[in-house]
């Protein structure tokens, strides 16, 4: 078990007595170094030693004063030394180092000064060795604590997702693959978390593979059984002969070691790469940037874009600060002088639920919980702003991860966001450990997040958290097209909209609002979904909150208006979203966050209401009609050509054409569509739609195509394709008439300020894929 910070500072203080006070000298260099490490509560011979022979940058052979791999490098000089040239020599030792033995620390010292160099933080410090009981929390590294900031870009989280890719890869090429695949990388991930931030003690289970497994990697397979084995089997059942090293590491329980798994084949290249994993610095992981990009390199589609698919912290913060987080810390701020109502406000905090019906690996889960526990922190600080001691902090913690419930259809997803969610909690619980000065672990685990494996829209949500017991819905829906559903998802939209007309159009996210409104009715619950525009505009708003408003009778309470939903990674898709919080029940006090640029930051105004459009204004949908409301020209898409490029033709196919056929010159026109609109391209098209019989037998190349698109109608698996054989001059779809008219494109650059559009002639033939068409007279 880790030291507290105040049995630290004491051991620091007992140090600096004894070795300021005397003049040692280089013989004594072991018993300073064994000494020094004592202070943290970490055995030297355990981590580290002296005299590690390495290359050194000119070749000649060197010897590192002190060693821990992949940790700390330490170069001792005798008193009065140049310190900076004692570090040029520690540096000098790096190119004979592996790449996961390069240190992450340099500390060099003369028995009178301590000079400590971060290198991944590019920070150093310097003290005399009296000071040292000043300094301890630069050491936290070596005891396992260690304040963090999370960088959203922070290449420990890319790197780190990429190692656990290659050997996801590796063992899936030797067959290890599926479900036993799955539960060992999320296994590995808790372990190579615990050896970095005190669950386990310091970099116990990489010393493990160091001293217990094989150069070849032959017997790391069963040693990692065996070792999964341990850590499922409490200190008292275990052997009594069991090996020292594994019976040093704790029970760890709740499940995530239970189920036995087939015995994993490694070999050196895998004992690498596991090595160079735990090389790496996971205190600096944040478990909710790292569980989406965990789930991504598992997908070698989304590897080539790793960092695009996690939700940042700033855009989950836009969700949940106005649904319930700036409310829980202006309570705190009102309650925070009473003692009374501070306890009341913080038993309030342990009852508050949440659900995430569409958790991914548990981004919205897992900020929320950091956020409610560090405001349980400064609930107790105000409790104990007296310096009252406290004798155990497990009672004085509140809080827990069994307060978080989520749904997830990838069951991969799923296991990270359970273990994400242990691993959130062991940050904050080291938090606590530094604020109380007392060491705090939650080991065995005896609760932990309630994650479903299923399919959201085909599952009771009551059977995953009671409405009775929930305080809040959060979360991401997948957002899918009407055109983009597959065949289980158009059946889920039919499943959970029945026979509400029209809903065939919706946005597979519209689905979790109809679930969501339907579970809090007649509660206080409330709820805030992320959401792609579309469900706020055009014919989706008029069917979707139709039924929201009228039959759930739901009210807004705020909103984030359109916007672009990206982060900060290379490849990144932007999609423009919104964020709604919504209830069954009103408020007086709403807030619509307006962006004058989707790409810039909000401002928010105070509202009365806001509506379904996402303005301020009454309650009201406009339904889809067919036809305008005055006297004016229709508006309608384009034509579909449905032949498989035979009727198509650029410019240079249109010539080569025309040379082969002459005669087909008098049924080849132009075709527009968005991209030949705006970027001033040509585009040609066979229409052959009032072409005799007598003249097609005439033109045999055009014969051929026409035969080309009947086989491909009629191979087609669409009944309705099939039934185009029947007509194969004609394009799929006509929608052209004799009149000249208004072209839209369908599709144009956000850029843009404004939409561009242009009169065309009845002679060009619009087409439907990226237009469209506004008939004139």
Known sequence: MALSWNEIKDRALKFSN???????????????????????????RRVATFEEPVKKLSGNQGFIDLFW???????????????????EQATDYFPGLKEHELPKYILVSDFDKIKLFDLDEGTEHEFSVSELYKNVKLFGFIAGYQKRTFKEEDPVNIKAAELMGKLHDQLEAFGYEGHHLEVYLVRLLFILFADDTSIFE????????????????????SAMAEFFQVLNTPKEKRYTNLDEHLDQFPYVNGKLFQEMLPIAAFNSKMRSILLEAAGL????ISPAIFGSLFQSVMNPIERRNLGAHYTSEKNI?????????????????????????????????????????????GNFLIITYRELRLLEIAVLRALFKHGEQVLDVSSILWLDVDQFYGIEYDEFAAKIAEVAMWLIDHQMNMLVSEEFGQYFARLPLKKAAKIVHGNSLRINWEDV???????????????????????????????VFGKVKGAGVLDYVAAWYYKAAQYIKETNIKTG???TNSITQGEQTGILWNELLNNYKVKIHFAHTTFNWTNEAKGKAAVHCVIIGFANFDIKNKSLFIYDDIKEEPYERAVKNINPYLVEANDLVILKRRKPICNVSKISFGS???????????????????????NAINFIKPLISAHEFLNGKNRWCLWLKDIKPSDLRTLKEVQKRVENVKNLRLNSSRAATQKLAAFPTLFGEIRHSDNDYILIPLHSSENRAYIPMGFKSKNEIANILNTFRFSGT
Not at 281 to 284: A, I, N, P, T, V
Request: charged residues 35%; hydrophobic residues 35%; glycine residues 6%.
């Open 465 to 495: 958290v009671s409405k009775t017991a929930l305080s809040y819905i959060i979360g991401n829906p997948p957002f899918l097209g009407k055109s983009n559903q597959n065949t289980t998802q158009k059946e889920d939209m039919k499943l």
């Open 317 to 361: 913060f836009k969700l949940i600060k106005p649904l319930f987080l700036d409310e829980l810390w202006e309570e705190f701020e009102k309650v925070k002088s009473n003692s009374k109502k501070l306890k009341e406000f913080h038993y309030k905090l342990s009852t508050l639920k949440f659900l995430d019906p569409a958790c991914g690996s």
């Open 69 to 87: 791999k992949g940790t700390l490098l330490v170069e001792h000089k005798s008193k009065g030394k140049n310190l900076d040239k004692a570090y």
């Open 640 to 662: 579909m050509p449905n032949d498989g490029g035979n009727f198509l033709f650029t410019d240079e196919e249109k010539d080569e054409f025309i040379h082969l056929e002459p």
């Open 281 to 284: 610095d996971w205190g600096k």
């Open 529 to 531: 979904f992320v959401s």
């Open 18 to 44: 004894e070795w300021a006070a005397e003049t040692k000298e280089r013989a004594e260099k072991d018993s300073f170094w064994n000494d020094f490490f004592n202070v943290f509560g970490i055995s030297r």
């Open 202 to 221: 310091k970099d116990t289970f990489k010393e493990f593979l160091y001293q217990k497994t094989n150069e070849d990697g032959s017997n790391l397979g």
